[in-house]
C-alpha cells in the first residue's frame, strides 16, 4: 500500500514527541510547586538598579524618597 518504514518512523517521532511533552508538562508543575513552597513572593525580592557610565564605572541609582513632582514651571511665561 505505502511506504510502512517512512510510517514506522513518522510514528516513532510522533511518540517521542508525545513524551517530550509529558516531561515537559511534568518539570513545569514542578518548579511551580517548588516556587510555593519556598513561600518566596515577588513582594519579598528587592531589586537594585545600577547606571553605568561610558567608561565602565556603576553606582546604584538612588531610589526617590518620595512622590516625584515636576520642578519649576510649566513652560508658560507668567506675568
Avoid at 48 to 70: H, I, K
Wanted: net charge positive; no cysteine; proline share 5%.
Amino acid at each position: 500500500m505505502g511506504n510502512t518504514a517512512m510510517v514506522e518512523k513518522l510514528k516513532f517521532q510522533l511518540d517521542a514527541a508525545h513524551k517530550a511533552k509529558e516531561s515537559h508538562e511534568a518539570r513545569r508543575q514542578e518548579m511551580a510547586t517548588s516556587k510555593q513552597v519556598t513561600g518566596r513572593s515577588s513582594e519579598a525580592q528587592e531589586l537594585l538598579l545600577f547606571r553605568t557610565d561610558q567608561s565602565g564605572r556603576a553606582w546604584p541609582v538612588n531610589a526617590p524618597s518620595g512622590p516625584q513632582e515636576p520642578h519649576g514651571d510649566d513652560g508658560r511665561r507668567k506675568r
